[in-house]
């Protein structure tokens, strides 16, 4: 494809904090080694219908601090279709772009590895995402600042369970993984993190009651991660209802307010140290990875490990919860 001068940059998925930090690294990384570079509106969506502009340094002037993403992101069954890909790389061309950067999820990294197959064009992408359910890497971006959102609100919520000797469950992000209810749990001092990985192997819910919820304690709050196998918050204060009718149960769902607010120190810096990474990546010739993080230092991480949902949850942080509840 020959020497690489313009890079698209587009998110894509759902927003998560510190993406505009990574599109203010990208953005000025390129610029500094002598890149043009083109935002995409929309994600994939902006790419099929043209919605690309020009960014220059002071495009990415005064955005770390923010959440969300100024490139916007939105779904695109579109580009899910082969003329949707092929109106995509005809407006790539027609701007002049050579290279793309994707942040987003695993969804926003499986569309950007069946683009680059289908084309043959160089892509990196970073994780953004709140679940923390990417392989490769030992945190997205995103998902730091949830977690503190996390914690905030179950410390709010403690006052009121105490109170009222109440058990409250509440339920976060994360959809296949539990990332955000463990890790919540152990930060807020949770009683419990029903989580959907360890469905499988025990009635998480029966072994709270029976085992963890001791009767010394009269509230409790339990972090639940949304998700069909462990029926989310309100599936599990219906079987409190019927099956444990002695407690009182109550359900708190935080939803997408998890994914809203300024991102955390930590959370900015790993996004501009990815974001140049990125853009580094592509100068070396690489192509279809993502940038990950691991014991601290920048990786590779081909796209299909990315979203192979090898990542496993840390067996300690899990009998940490439980140690910590009694």
Same mark, same amino acid.
């Given at each position: 494809?020959?020497?690489?001068?313009?890079?698209?940059?587009?998110?894509?998925?759902? &927003?998560?904090?510190?993406?505009?930090?990574?599109?203010?690294?990208?953005?000025?990384?390129?610029?500094?080694?002598?890149?043009?570079?083109?935002?995409?509106?929309?994600?994939?969506?902006?790419?099929? =219908?043209?919605?690309?502009?020009?960014?220059? $340094?002071?495009?990415? $002037?005064?955005?770390? @601090?923010?959440?969300?993403?100024?490139?916007?992101?939105?779904?695109?069954?579109?580009?899910?279709?082969?003329?949707?890909?092929?109106?995509?790389?005809?407006?790539?061309?027609?701007?002049? !772009?050579?290279?793309?950067?994707?942040? /987003?999820?695993? /969804?926003?990294?499986?569309?950007?590895?069946?683009?680059?197959?289908?084309?043959?064009?160089?892509?990196?992408?970073?994780?953004? =995402?709140?679940?923390?359910?990417?392989?490769?890497? &030992?945190?997205?971006?995103?998902? &730091?600042?949830?977690?503190?959102?996390?914690?905030?609100?179950?410390? *709010?919520?403690?006052? =009121?369970?105490?109170?009222?000797?109440?058990?409250?469950?509440?339920?976060?992000?994360?959809?296949?993984?539990?990332?955000?209810?463990?890790?919540?749990?152990?930060? $807020?001092?949770?009683?419990?993190?029903?989580?959907?990985?360890?469905?499988?192997?025990?009635?998480?819910? $029966? @072994?709270?009651?029976?085992?963890?919820?001791? *009767?010394?304690?009269?509230?409790?709050?339990?972090?639940?991660?949304?998700? *069909?196998?462990?029926?989310?918050?309100?599936?599990?204060?219906?079987? !409190?209802?019927?099956?444990?009718? #002695?407690?009182?149960?109550?359900?708190?769902?935080?939803?997408?307010? #998890?994914?809203?607010?300024?991102?955390?120190? !930590? &959370?900015?810096?790993?996004?501009?140290?990815?974001?140049?990474?990125?853009?580094?990546?592509?100068?070396? /010739?690489?192509?279809?990875?993502?940038?990950?993080?691991?014991?601290?230092?920048?990786?590779?991480?081909?796209?299909?490990?990315?979203?192979?949902?090898?990542?496993?949850?840390?067996?300690?942080? !899990?009998?940490?919860?439980?140690?910590?509840?009694?």
């Amino acid at each position: 494809m020959g020497r690489i001068k313009c890079i698209g940059i587009l998110t894509s998925g759902g &927003d998560a904090p510190g993406m505009n930090a990574a599109i203010r690294a990208v953005t000025r990384t390129a610029i500094f080694n002598g890149l043009t570079v083109k935002g995409i509106m929309r994600g994939y969506h902006g790419l099929v =219908t043209n919605e690309i502009i020009d960014f220059k $340094s002071q495009s990415v $002037s005064n955005i770390i @601090q923010k959440g969300g993403t100024i490139l916007k992101t939105a779904r695109s069954k579109e580009f899910m279709t082969e003329e949707g890909r092929k109106a995509a790389y005809d407006n790539m061309q027609a701007n002049g !772009i050579d290279a793309l950067v994707v942040i /987003g999820g695993d /969804g926003s990294l499986t569309g950007a590895q069946l683009f680059a197959r289908e084309y043959d064009i160089p892509i990196v992408g970073l994780p953004g =995402t709140i679940d923390n359910d990417l392989s490769g890497t &030992d945190s997205t971006i995103g998902y &730091d600042t949830a977690l503190n959102t996390i914690m905030d609100a179950v410390d *709010k919520l403690r006052d =009121t369970a105490t109170s009222h000797e109440r058990l409250f469950f509440v339920e976060v992000m994360g959809n296949t993984a539990g990332y955000l209810a463990l890790n919540g749990a152990i930060a $807020s001092g949770a009683e419990a993190a029903i989580i959907p990985e360890m469905e499988t192997e025990v009635d998480q819910l $029966s @072994q709270l009651i029976d085992h963890g919820f001791r *009767k010394s304690k009269n509230s409790a709050i339990v972090l639940v991660a949304e998700n *069909k196998k462990t029926g989310g918050a309100m599936g599990l204060a219906e079987r !409190i209802k019927h099956e444990y009718p #002695q407690y009182d149960a109550r359900v708190t769902i935080l939803g997408h307010i #998890q994914r809203g607010g300024s991102p955390t120190a !930590i &959370d900015r810096i790993l996004a501009s140290r990815m974001g140049a990474a990125a853009i580094q990546a592509l100068l070396d /010739g690489q192509r279809n990875v993502m940038i990950g993080i691991q014991n601290g230092e920048m990786t590779y991480v081909p796209f299909a490990k990315a979203v192979s949902r090898e990542k496993k949850l840390d067996r300690g942080s !899990i009998d940490l919860v439980k140690i910590l509840s009694i």
